[in-house]
Nanobody
Framework: QVQLVESGGGSVQAGGSLRLSCAASGYTSSRYLMGWFRQGPGKLREGVAAIDSDGTTSYASSVKGRFTISKDNAKNTLNLQMNSLELEDAAMYYC???????????????????????WGQGTQVDVSS
């Protein structure tokens, strides 16, 4: 049974940093397409960053240059380093995975939450001024 468990959320002032982690179990995360999505109050869920089994990454334009996604295959974990946080980054952040392993699919995966096969329960990120 696939399970994704996020950690690392919290409250931070604008300009600060947080590091989210997602522990994967029930499958080998290195072979999966994985990513982070977020959903703010009254907003649709949106892709933040994704990474495929070859290490190809994709980022939402709003976080490019500030967020970095990475995988630790030995620990079966997915990470999201978030720097220079802005008020607009406040949201529930979800770890996501898909077993499809096709070259270039990291971009459509990030663009469409409907393509996610597995979701974590989410971790809250709050940003204050």
């Amino acid at each position: 049974q696939v399970q994704l468990v996020e950690s690392g959320g919290g409250s931070v002032q604008a300009g600060g940093s947080l590091r989210l982690s997602c522990a994967a179990s029930g499958y080998t995360s290195s072979r999966y397409l994985m990513g982070w999505f977020r959903q703010g109050p009254g907003k649709l869920r949106e892709g933040v960053a994704a990474i495929d089994s070859d290490g190809t990454t994709s980022y939402a334009s709003s976080v490019k240059g500030r967020f970095t996604i990475s995988k630790d295959n030995a620990k079966n974990t997915l990470n999201l380093q978030m720097n220079s946080l802005e008020l607009e980054d406040a949201a529930m952040y979800y770890c996501a995975a898909n077993s499809r392993n096709v070259v270039g699919w990291v971009h459509p995966f990030l663009a469409d939450p409907a393509l996610v096969e597995y979701w974590g329960q989410g971790t809250q990120v709050d940003v204050s001024s």
